[in-house]
């Protein structure tokens, strides 16, 4: 049987890897800035990290939640102190696109309204709801298509108001638009849009799938405006690269049995991996990291003549160059071995690597694109 192929491969397979370091099976070494997708928080294969979560596997890997596991509750702990949500509560499912599905139904469950506001160039995942408020035709069945989900323009509270109704349980806004290319939602403009949700009774979902757990200097891109959402919705950097997802939850939110259910979220070894890559986190201060390295490589590519538009904040960032992207992101991983993310509909590079990232790495990237873009 062969694999059903809805990816465009590179033709590399990479066999090991460690901290920002990828070695494919012929041996050749390459740079990570691209975290498997921003899904590499800590680095790869870090210590601790398999330690926690080889030791699990010879304890138990799984049951389900029928049974009580106290590493949801521990985890729960040290995301709420990490967050600063302290009283929010915590589900766990399995992946962005699973943790968004939950975050709508819940607010439709909490609200009994029906419609929900999404925003154009957003991506919010595949399954039946995320699909349907992610701003791509293509990848939306017939299935998916809904008139439940109105439209609005990022940053443009008035695009907000005009669709606003009494039948919209929520809002859904990433804390800033990866897919899309890197746009941040201003300060102002998550201010007008917390006030607008509570005034007419919808929840604010914030989607912090990508842009959140650390990434960009702060644990939520949007703590940078100081807003406070109702529901937070996680995955990617969670686990470490364990397909573990997950929503934070407004204590007001009544949780009622049967409401959300899953058989392999929060399981145990899924927790262990959760609960060992937050633990790297604090010790290591890599959400400071994030900043300080953040700040450090904006600082080495503004005013680049190879740049038209340099966006983001902390360890995602958004690099629109004046030439073809996609070219000068081919001779990166082809040249120059290191591997970036891309935004086609924006030319736009996209660089989402470990938290862990060091000067040196970043100094290795500068050079390499400095010589890519001559
Ligand atoms: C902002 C955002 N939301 C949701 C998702 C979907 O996550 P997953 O692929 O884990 O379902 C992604 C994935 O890229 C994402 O970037």
């Known amino acids: 049987m062969n694999t059903f192929e809805v990816f465009k491969l590179y033709p590399i397979a990479i066999e090991s890897a460690k901290g920002l370091e990828l070695t494919d099976t012929e041996g050749k070494k390459y740079l990570d800035l691209y975290g498997g997708h921003g899904v590499i928080s800590i680095g790869h294969c870090q210590e601790d990290y398999v330690k926690a979560v080889t030791a699990q596997l010879n304890k138990i890997g799984f049951y389900s939640n029928s049974v009580r596991i106290p590493f949801q509750e521990e985890l729960a702990q040290k995301l709420q102190k990490i967050s600063g949500y302290s009283d929010y509560k915590l589900f ?49 069945a017939p ?31 990433e804390g800033i638009q990866g897919v899309g290319g890197v746009k941040i939602p201003s300060t102002d403009f998550l201010k007008q849009l917390r ?54 939850i407004n204590p007001e939110i009544p949780a009622k049995f049967g409401m959300l259910g899953t058989t392999f979220g929060g399981n145990h070894l899924g927790c262990a991996a959760a609960l060992a890559t937050v633990e790297v986190m604090m010790k290591n201060n890599y959400v400071d990291n994030a900043a300080k390295m953040g700040e450090y490589l904006f600082g080495k590519l503004k005013g680049h003549k190879a740049i038209k538009d340099l966006r983001g904040k902390g ?43 060091t000067k ?7 050079e390499a694109f400095d010589k890519v873009t001559k």
């Open 92 to 140: 766990l499912v399995n992946s962005g696109a699973e943790a968004n599905e939950n975050a709508l139904k819940l607010a439709s469950f909490y609200t009994n309204r029906s419609k929900v506001i999404a925003f154009r160039k957003a991506f919010h995942g595949r399954t039946s709801l995320a699909v349907a408020v992610t701003d791509s035709p293509a990848i939306q």
């Open 143 to 173: 299935i998916n298509k809904t008139d439940k989900v109105l439209w609005a323009e990022l940053n443009d509270i008035e695009s907000v108001k005009a669709v606003m109704d009494s039948d919209v349980a929520a809002v859904i806004i």
């Open 195 to 248: 006030e607008l949700c509570s005034k007419n009774g919808s929840l604010l979902i914030i989607d912090e799938i990508q842009s959140g757990y650390g990434r960009t200097g702060k644990f939520y891109a949007h703590q940078h405006s100081g807003v406070k959402a109702d529901i937070i919705s996680m995955a990617k950097g969670i686990a470490n690269g364990f397909p573990v997802g997950a929503i934070m």
């Open 315 to 357: 360890l995602m960032v958004g690099i629109e160059t004046v030439a073809d992207a996609s070219e000068i992101r081919n001779r990166l991983l082809f040249d120059e071995h290191i591997f970036t993310g891309f935004s086609g509909g924006v030319n736009t590079i996209r660089l989402i690597p470990p938290l862990c990232i």
């Open 360 to 366: 040196k790495e970043i100094d290795r990237f500068v």
